[in-house]
């Protein structure tokens, strides 16, 4: 079965400073996709960043990075020059068909 | 405009009761999901249907029934309310093989 784990259930940064999520996951599977999705208090799930399995390269998206290591399955979120507005559950999932399958999420407190 | 919407955004009723849940999306995609988070924040997938076709039906208590009248709309329903069913409910969609999922806002569903 394909499970997805964060082991952080809470995290908390000061402003301005670097941050980092970790996710393992587990499968058999060679393709598929990982991704880190952020729900603020507002309760809305936000694509954050995302990751092809078959690219070597760290996906990048403005101060948001991940550090994938395939044969590790491991997939962390690195958040640089955290805002307060990063405050949120952060949520890695994977998916290789239709199903995402998402971990049990950590809550990031940001403080000024 | 909003790309995936949902009705209502919070919904409070009894025990017994029957309810449905709306979802819209106006990306032009030709799946869409339904998925249930708990009180814990754990998000599960529970059915997901393409081109109107239930193709992903996950140990749900025959209670909830979803309906797709048309690729746009996948509405939900649950009969006989319980207290167990208290959650947020999220719609989503995508396009089937592009794995990135859009969100909507959420019905917070509280059963006293």
């Known amino acids: 079965a394909q499970t997805v784990t964060q082991s952080q259930p809470e995290m908390s940064v000061q402003e301005a400073e670097t941050v980092t999520l970790s996710c393992t996951y587990d499968?058999?599977?060679?393709?598929?996709?990982l991704f880190w999705y952020k729900q603020p208090p507002s309760r809305q799930m936000i694509l954050v960043i995302r990751q092809e399995a078959y690219k070597q390269q760290n996906a990048t998206e403005n101060r948001f990075s991940v550090n994938f290591q395939k044969a590790a399955k491991s997939f962390s979120l690195k958040i640089s020059d955290s805002q307060l507005g990063d405050t949120a559950m952060y949520f890695c999932a994977f998916i290789n068909t239709d199903k995402l399958i998402f971990g049990t999420g950590t809550r990031l407190q940001v403080f000024p | 405009d909003t790309a995936v919407s949902q009705t209502p955004k919070y919904l409070v009723t009894q025990m017994g009761n029957d309810k449905s849940i709306k979802c819209e999306q106006n990306?032009?995609?030709?799946?869409m999901y339904w998925y249930k988070q708990d009180s814990k924040k754990f998000l599960k997938i529970m059915f997901s249907y393409n081109n109107k076709e239930l193709i992903i039906n996950e140990t749900v208590p025959n209670r909830f029934s979803p309906k797709s009248p048309d690729k746009a709309h996948l509405n939900l329903h649950i009969n006989s309310l319980e207290l167990g069913d208290s959650a947020v409910y999220f719609c989503a969609s995508s396009q089937l093989g592009a794995y990135e999922q859009y969100f909507g806002p959420g019905t917070r569903l509280t059963v006293t």
């Open positions: 499968t058999s599977e060679n393709n598929y996709y």
């Open positions: 990306l032009g995609h030709d799946t």
